[in-house]
């Protein structure tokens, strides 16, 4: 097997830090967003976790979002959660709090312990399909180990018209 980049050793190194035997794999096609993922691991849009940064508008703070590849994040709801407004942050914030690039956000292994809320929606798989720290490298995992990797608070947090 050839050797991961040096982002996806990293997320491989975190999992391996947690006693989790998943395996990174790199492909050679993109799996940035929920769609490609889906069709290069052969598996439901539904089971891609969808690894989100969004920011607290009052403390600045990065606030993790794991959700389902078929749902957009309702944020009213993740207000309620982050008990502040949020906004979606730009790259470089992204990239300064996680360590990875949009697209390529892992679960675990960020720069920062961050607050996590975890869609619900995930529950009904036994496989979910994760980012590894690049466009083009995920991990199978499941999502209870997903809630192990993060601390994360299952809630439903999708979007009013997607219910």
């Known amino acids: 097997m050839p050797a ?10 975190a999992l391996n830090q947690l ?7 790199e492909l050679s096609q993109s ?11 052969g598996c439901q849009v539904g089971q891609i976790v969808k690894t989100l940064i969004f920011r607290g508008q009052r403390t600045g ?34 990239r300064q709090h996680t360590g990875f690039v949009i697209g390529g956000v892992p679960p675990l292994a960020h720069s920062e ?9 995930l529950l009904q798989y036994t496989v979910v399909w994760a980012a590894a720290g690049m466009p083009n490298a995920v991990f199978a995992t499941s999502p209870a ?5 993060t601390h994360g608070v299952w809630d439903r947090i999708k979007g009013e018209a997607q219910r």
């Open 4 to 13: 991961l980049s040096p982002n996806a050793q990293r997320v491989q190194d």
């Open 19 to 25: 006693g989790l035997n998943y395996q990174v794999i």
């Open 31 to 41: 799996t940035r967003t929920a769609k490609e993922a889906a069709q290069a691991v």
């Open 61 to 94: 703070a990065p606030i993790l979002v794991i959700a389902s590849g078929l749902n957009r994040v309702d944020e009213s709801r993740l207000t309620d959660l982050a008990g502040e407004p949020v906004e979606k942050p730009d790259a470089d914030y992204v």
């Open 113 to 121: 312990t961050l607050r996590a809320f975890l869609d619900e929606d």
């Open 145 to 149: 180990d997903i809630q192990r990797m």
